[in-house]
């Protein structure tokens, strides 16, 4: 979000999913988060981040500067990090494969289809 952290990656992909898991929901305040499944050694950042050990061997990325979530990696997948899909440079060029855990996806989304879209807040906050 503040540019304080960037990364480059030189090889290809391992996993492109939108998760739909409790802890995922839980880490990122979002109903789920798209990820791309990227080998370490091919994987680059520059800045600070800081980890969160969110579960026994289970670390969350975050830029330390704005709180910015940015991967996820366990010893379960030692050669894989999940870096979110919202910092690529273009997050409209993702294309996630598959979704995993729908058995937790919020079922709120289900609705979003039929409900009112606006290009900004339609109201102001209530006072």
């Known amino acids: 979000m503040c540019g304080a952290v960037t990364w480059t990656y030189s090889g290809d992909v ?22 791309l499944g990227m080998r370490p050694e091919q994987l680059r950042w520059t800045g600070d981040i800081r980890h969160y050990e969110s579960s026994p061997n289970t670390f969350r990325g975050f830029c330390s500067s704005c709180g910015t979530r940015l991967y996820f990696r366990s010893d379960k997948w030692p050669h894989e990090v999940d870096v979110h899909a919202a910092t690529l440079t273009d997050p409209d060029e993702y ?8 058995c937790s996806r919020a079922k709120w989304l289900n609705r979003l289809q039929s409900i009112p879209v606006h290009e900004g807040f339609q109201q102001n906050p209530a006072d």
């Open 14 to 35: 391992t996993r492109n999913l939108v998760c739909n898991c409790a802890d995922c929901q839980r880490a990122t305040s979002a109903p789920f988060t798209a990820f």
């Open 95 to 102: 294309q996630p494969h598959a979704q995993v855990f729908i």
